[in-house]
């Protein structure tokens, strides 16, 4: 076991400067001088000469290598930088540094700090709701295949799954908070402050993130556990005479669980990156909203490449995690 974890986190540390590589050519070169006329033009009317803007762009260190400028920029994620250009000045940006954003002129590695929380918050309540009750309609449909309850639940949920996201989201807020007003109107509390105020301003938040994403788990989880239910094990149990509820829950789903634990890693690092549309619809100030904020003229290209890194950063992590839950959950994985 030690083995393993150690060779993946040698190569999921591999597979994040791979990505922080991408993530800089991608943003910071791609973009050409963009972020440097950004920051000129913030000067004012007439303000933005050729000269200041040549300024600009030595102080950026547009006139420098690419593996030169990855390398400063690598620098300050590990130990900081003291020459970050933002505002016409230079700004200290201790580690780990993602640089100066160019709408708050704060360290965006503060801002993250400031976001995360909310989203973390819808992330783990949505989450929850549909990992649970997902795998229990999986489990149920499985149990009683063939009958008009699972053809209902199948069928319903093919019927949910076929309509888009964005819209489930749109249609609760507009039903649930603005018309019926069951629900508060749009905001977030954190929950070391009021953790009473924060459920009740996140309950719909997080049922409409449970049910938009519940459906996928429990048609996954009806087909994992139809075919554990066919495997000879399960049959030796019921001709021992256990009981149905102890085979179907305790050795039935055990096994069929794994692969859905795999797909919810990976799923649950993608709401960690964001849930833009629950953020954006909901008034949620966590990183997917703060993330799209900075795509608006001019774009904070330093906000944005912080939450791509993070997201990216994220989902190797998860990856590394479910490998090794993986292994410790199904007991035919042999992890050396």
């Excluded at 791609?30 to 007439?46: I, M, V």
């Excluded at 593996?67 to 900081?80: F, P, S």
């Excluded at 900075?294 to 990216?312: C, F, R, Y």
């Amino acid at each position: 076991m030690t083995g393993f974890i150690v060779r993946r986190l040698l190569s999921s540390a591999v597979v994040v400067v791979l990505t922080s590589i991408f993530v800089f050519v991608l943003f910071f070169k791609g973009l050409g001088d963009s972020p440097a006329r950004n920051y000129c033009e913030k000067l004012g009317p007439g303000k933005c000469t050729a000269q200041k803007l040549d300024s600009i762009k030595h102080q950026m260190g547009f006139d420098r290598s690419v593996a030169y400028n990855y390398g400063q920029w690598a620098k300050g994620i590990v130990v900081g930088r003291h020459d970050v250009y933002a505002d016409g000045k230079l700004y200290d940006c201790p580690a780990p540094c993602l640089g100066i954003s160019i709408t708050t002129s704060a360290p965006v590695w503060d801002d993250l700090k400031q976001k995360y929380p909310a989203t973390v918050t819808v992330a783990i309540g949505g989450a929850s709701l549909y990992l649970t009750f997902g795998v229990l309609m999986g489990a149920m449909a499985a149990r009683w295949r063939g009958t008009p309850l699972d053809r209902f639940l199948v069928g319903g949920s093919l019927v949910f799954s076929a309509i888009p996201n964005y819209l489930i989201i749109l249609l609760s807020w507009i039903f649930f908070s603005l018309r019926w007003q069951i629900f508060p109107d749009v905001g977030y509390y954190p929950i070391t402050q009021n953790p009473a105020k924060t459920v009740a301003w996140m309950m719909l938040p997080w049922l409409v993130l449970g049910l938009t994403s519940l459906t996928d788990y429990a048609r996954f989880t009806r087909g994992q556990m139809v075919e554990t239910l066919e495997e000879d094990y399960i049959r030796t149990a019921r001709s021992k005479g256990v009981r149905p509820t102890i085979v179907l829950y305790r050795h039935a789903l055990r096994a069929a669980i794994v692969p859905v634990i795999t797909i919810f890693g990976i799923d649950f690092a993608g709401l960690l990156s964001g849930t833009i549309f629950i953020e954006q619809i909901f008034g949620i100030d966590g990183i997917g909203h703060w993330g799209l904020q900075a795509l608006q003229t001019p774009i904070d290209i330093n906000v944005v490449s912080a939450t791509v890194l993070v997201g990216s950063v994220l989902v190797v992590v998860a990856n590394l995690v479910v490998d090794i839950v993986y292994g410790l959950l199904d007991p035919r994985v042999t992890i050396a």
